[in-house]
């Protein structure tokens, strides 16, 4: 049944297959542990897809439909990536699941190519990057994968399931070593990034060692950071549940700081959802307007605010249209933009997806729109944090610098920029940017 309710979201042609886990096992009444398990091979589709395709085109030796290809993705993620699926499960299942969508000779086609796969499969690695999958101990006895030497940006799409687009640009940047090592982080499910947001690191982190975690000090004073499968461990936890303990990135975190919001004052922000940094702003003391987009989005915001005792200092808002906020009046704005996601996505896999020309125009209207009415509604002598979760200039650097051309009452006052750490490593586990502008007095 979850292979099956899997294969079915990726053919309903969303574009974001994640968050339709939920509304698919809702409608087949999944238990806790099919629901799992259909969140586990999706995710691990949409995350390692390019190299899925990859082991596909290698083993189906012709042009298959889209309906088959997704079924043996889904089975290949399963037999490579999840090692708690038995591979004889794993083929199986996924042959039943085609034969029963697409049909029994189907299901045959399946049943033979995944287990031409499992015939060239050999454990540990050959040190042959047109061989090994990258991040697992796991090699073919023939080439899968583009060659690096001849065509590095395929060798990446197909070996670090990151399109070629961003791997091309990335490498004019950072250069290939570093574009490559990019890619390799988001291969991975990030660690967990914790605020401490009542109270001292180091009794936070005794609380965290006693529930048998191994909490990380990061450089920011008031951050830990544990090892991805924490997840659930934090949140059932009594430092987490009563508020001093929450789950917040360190560069989204400098973002909001960097507002710098004082008691007493009036803040609005805008595209607030799902509200880290609201509550950042909200516990400085200062009233803060939450917008966002539609009743659901905003409702996102107010289980955190009450578990850490915030509810109280946020006025929300269901609406961007600005003209419900008067112009002119707030101390300070925060702009966390909707953008490419490139900074995160090791988070947020799929959107390495939706990356392109015509998504990065639509990202620079609406970009466009919400920094001139975020300064709008700025006081003179005002301030105005312009954020996002990407690593792309035109995002960020080049934005702000646009507006402050167009705009000479405004000054630029700082700004700050990450690239997100291994796995393992001391964070920041999320790549961003933020840029404080100051309006004149």
């Known amino acids: 049944m979850p292979r099956q309710a899997a294969w079915n979201v990726l053919r309903s042609g969303t574009e974001t297959p994640l968050r339709a886990v939920d509304r698919e096992a809702d409608r087949r009444s999944l238990e806790p542990r099919d629901r799992a398990l259909l969140r586990r091979i999706l995710g691990t589709e949409v995350r390692r897809r390019g190299t899925l395709r990859a082991i596909v085109r290698a083993f189906a030796h012709g042009k298959l439909s889209q309906d088959l290809a997704a079924h043996l993705r889904l089975g290949f993620a399963q037999i490579f990536f999840l090692d708690r699926v038995p591979p004889h499960a794993a083929v199986s299942e996924t042959v039943r699941a085609t034969s029963d969508t697409v049909g029994l000779s189907k299901g045959r086609t399946v049943n033979a190519i995944l287990r031409a796969a499992l015939r060239a499969r050999r454990s540990g690695t050959s040190g042959d990057p047109t061989r090994d999958i990258v991040g697992r101990d796991w090699t073919f006895e023939s080439p899968v994968f583009r060659d690096p030497r001849e065509h590095p940006l395929l060798w990446a799409e197909d070996a670090l399931s990151m399109p070629s687009a961003l791997i091309k640009r990335w490498t004019k940047r950072f250069g290939e070593e570093r574009a490559f090592e990019l890619g390799r982080t988001y291969l991975e499910e990030p660690d967990l990034s914790v605020r401490v947001a009542r109270g001292e690191r180091a009794a936070a982190r005794a609380e965290l060692e006693a529930l048998e975690l191994a909490p990380r000090d990061s450089a920011h004073p008031q951050v ?114 909707p953008c490419s996601n490139t900074g995160v996505l090791g988070a947020r896999p799929g959107a390495r997806w939706r990356f392109g020309p015509s998504a990065m125009r639509s990202l620079a209207a609406v970009q466009t729109e919400l920094l001139a009415a975020g300064a709008a509604r700025t006081r003179p002598g005002g301030r105005l944090v312009w954020s996002t979760c990407s690593l792309e ?49």
């Open 224 to 337: 830990l950071i544990l090892d991805a499968d924490a997840t659930e461990t934090l949140l059932s936890s009594a430092p987490f549940e009563e508020g001093r303990l929450t789950v917040q990135g360190e560069t989204a975190l400098a973002a909001a700081e960097l507002l710098r919001t004082e008691a007493g004052e009036r803040v609005l922000d805008l595209c607030a959802a799902p509200g880290g940094k609201t509550a950042v702003l909200a516990a400085s003391g200062a009233t803060v307007v939450a917008a966002d987009r539609s009743p659901s989005r905003l409702a996102r915001l107010a289980p955190g605010l009450r578990r850490l005792g915030l509810a109280q200092n946020v006025q929300p808002v269901a609406s961007l249209n600005c003209a419900a906020f008067p112009r002119a009046v707030f101390d300070a704005v925060l702009v966390d933009a």
């Open 393 to 441: 200039p035109e995002e960020n650097e080049r934005r702000v610098r646009a507006f402050l051309t167009e705009h000479a009452d405004w000054s630029l006052a700082a700004e700050c920029s990450a690239l997100p750490a291994q796995p393992g490593g001391t964070g920041p586990i999320d790549g961003g940017y933020a840029a404080l502008i100051v309006r004149a007095g």
